[in-house]
Nanobody, 117 residues
């Protein structure tokens, strides 16, 4: 059974930084594409960043140059380093895992990120 546990959310001032971490279990981690999504109140969940099993990364235009996704296949973790945070980054952030050649997302429980002065 796939389990994803996020940590690292919180309250930060505009311009600040946060690092989110997601620990995966019940998976052959290297066989999964890993990603971070966000969902703000009243909005749909949307992709923030993804790191594929190959190591290739892609980012939403809104976070390019500010956020960095990384994975550690030895530790079964995927991190999202967020810098230059803006109030519009405020959302619940979810870790996702998609097995290579499959399409169904597994989700973590989410972690709240609030950017406010």
């Amino acid at each position: 059974q796939v389990q994803l546990v996020e940590s690292g959310g919180g309250l930060v001032q505009p311009g600040g930084s946060l690092r989110l971490s997601c620990a995966a279990s019940g998976v052959i981690f290297s066989s999964y594409h890993m990603g971070w999504y966000c969902q703000a109140p009243g909005k749909q969940r949307e992709l923030v960043a993804q790191v594929r099993a190959s190591g290739t990364t892609n980012y939403a235009d809104s976070v390019k140059g500010r956020f960095t996704i990384s994975r550690d296949n030895a530790k079964n973790t995927v991190d999202l380093q967020m810098t230059s945070l803006k109030p519009e980054d405020t959302a619940v952030y979810y870790c996702s895992a998609v097995r290579v050649y499959f399409s169904s997302n597994h989700w973590g429980q989410g972690t709240q990120v609030t950017v406010s002065s």
